[in-house]
């Protein structure tokens, strides 16, 4: 019987396997397995799935699939996207935030037109309702190089926008000290917007936390920051752990269902969404679509190879439940 050092090296090792052989799959058979993690190309299809979602007691957050272009044409037709997006939630009342990637605005290739083009993504929600308050804007957090030019885009548009909101890595080393920052500099503003994850992108060790207990210890340091600083906080995890560390500090702080929503991605541990809606916690779906599902599923499985681990086991459960059933 093998150890639990050997188990996780083995799955390790399996992991990494699953992202070597993906470019062998057949693209077919890719988007077959990620039409749970995908809502599909069209916007119809992200619709329906967003309704669907809202059915089951779900909040959404709405992602096109695309980033880091390679011209300002790209950016400009992913803006009017969004502008679309927004029009098309408030025509169906649909609960839903959107996120955007500043890499797919031209972030790093015109930072005055991605401030140009976010901010006025960012005007269309504010003047598009949906049930009388205006869906956020998050920015999503990509690979360091991004970091300090996304606070400075965010801190700016929370000088005019109130429904803006940014993403926070737990395994960067600086996280800590940029969430007393942004929260000093929004403190008469309505305090800052976060959502929280561990983080996806390979980063060198001197910025980042590598051992997984040290990055769960972080996300936990972080989160309670967070909460104590009074800041709204989207606690985005798969993990169970940190889902209990979560509840725990929710109960400790008596922190308001105002102020807080769990998070997780399409599709991956639907039990457990079910678990946190089942004891009354407010849930935010992360639902990507688009044309780039391809792209998106591959780049974000080499970036972290136990997500790969974790879509063949839930693929497997879904395809063949008699199999785990007997065992």
């Not at 300002?72 to 009017?80: F, L, P, S, V, Y």
């Not at 497997?316 to 785990?324: A, T, Y």
């Amino acid at each position: 019987m093998m150890d639990s050092h050997t188990a996780m090296s083995f799955t390790h090792r399996f992991n990494q396997l699953l992202v070597a052989v993906l470019p062998l799959v057949p693209r077919p058979i890719v988007k077959a397995i990620s039409s749970s993690y995908v809502a599909g190309e069209t916007m119809d299809e992200m619709l329906t799935c967003v309704a669907k979602l809202n059915a089951l007691g779900a909040r959404c957050t709405i992602d096109l699939l695309g980033e880091y272009i390679t011209h300002m044409d790209q950016a400009h037709e992913t803006a009017r996207a969004y502008h679309t997006i927004v029009e098309q939630l408030a025509k169906k009342g649909l609960d839903a935030n959107v996120s955007v990637k500043p890499t797919a605005l031209g972030l790093l290739m015109d930072g005055n037109t991605c401030h140009q083009l976010i901010e006025g993504i960012v005007a269309k929600a504010a003047s598009t309702p949906i049930d009388g308050k205006a869906p956020l804007v998050r920015l999503d957090m990509e690979h360091s190089d991004c970091t300090t030019p996304t606070i400075h885009l965010y801190l700016t548009l929370r000088q005019q926008f109130t429904n803006v909101g940014i993403v926070l890595q737990a395994y960067m080393r600086r996280t800590l000290g940029d969430v007393r920052h942004m929260c000093s500099q929004l403190a008469g503003a309505g305090g800052a917007h976060f959502r929280l994850c561990k983080g996806i992108y390979v980063e060198p060790r001197t910025i980042a936390f590598k051992d997984k207990d040290t990055i769960n210890k972080n996300y936990v340091l972080v989160l309670e920051e967070m909460l104590k600083q009074g800041a709204f906080v989207g606690i985005a995890t798969h993990d169970e752990r940190l889902v209990w560390e979560a509840c725990r500090l929710l109960d400790e702080y008596k922190v308001p269902k105002d102020k807080y929503e769990f998070q997780m991605l399409l599709g991956v541990d639907e039990a457990m969404r079910d678990m946190i809606l089942g004891w009354g916690h407010p849930l935010r779906i992360y639902v990507p679509y688009g044309k780039d599902w391809y792209g998106y599923c591959t780049r974000r499985l080499k970036e972290n190879p136990t997500v790969a681990g974790h879509v063949f086991n839930a693929t497997m459960r879904k395809w063949f439940p008699w199999v785990f059933h007997a065992a």
